[in-house]
């Protein structure tokens, strides 16, 4: 089991910045692909950004390439995702995700462990 609780997000201005931050516990956090998806009000939950065991490999939603990036630290157990540039169509909660595998993979149901979310709302 991996535990995951998410924090950082919060309510912005659109250009202005955010860094969530999704602190794992439970199994060996260091072995696990992450995942950072979003889900707006009537939408599908959508990836926004993973990244593999090791942190050298990495993808990204076209929406946000450029502006965010995702990072972990194996040390502390947690992922990062660092948002720039925050627009209003950003707008909505956050989830982190865990998979059961050390590769990175764009499928919702590809990965088994999830947090709670953060709300992030941008306004214009």
């Known amino acids: 089991q991996v535990q995951l609780v998410e924090s950082g997000g919060g309510l912005v201005q659109a250009g202005d910045s955010l860094r969530l931050s999704c602190a794992a516990s439970g199994r060996t956090f260091s072995s696990n692909a992450m995942g950072w998806f979003r889900q707006a009000p009537g939408k599908e939950r959508d990836i926004v950004a993973a990244?593999?065991?090791?942190?050298?490999?990495?993808l990204y939603a076209d929406s946000v390439k450029g502006r965010f990036t995702i990072s972990r630290d194996n040390a502390k157990n947690t992922v990062y995702l660092q948002m720039n540039s925050l627009k209003p169509e950003d707008t909505a909660i956050y989830y982190c995700?865990?998979?059961?595998?050390?590769?990175?993979?764009?499928?919702?149901?590809?990965?088994?462990?999830w947090g709670q979310g953060t709300q992030v709302t941008v306004s214009s």
């Open positions: 990244i593999d065991w090791s942190g050298t490999g990495t």
């Open positions: 995700a865990a998979r059961g595998s050390a590769s990175i993979s764009r499928a919702r149901d590809a990965y088994d462990y």
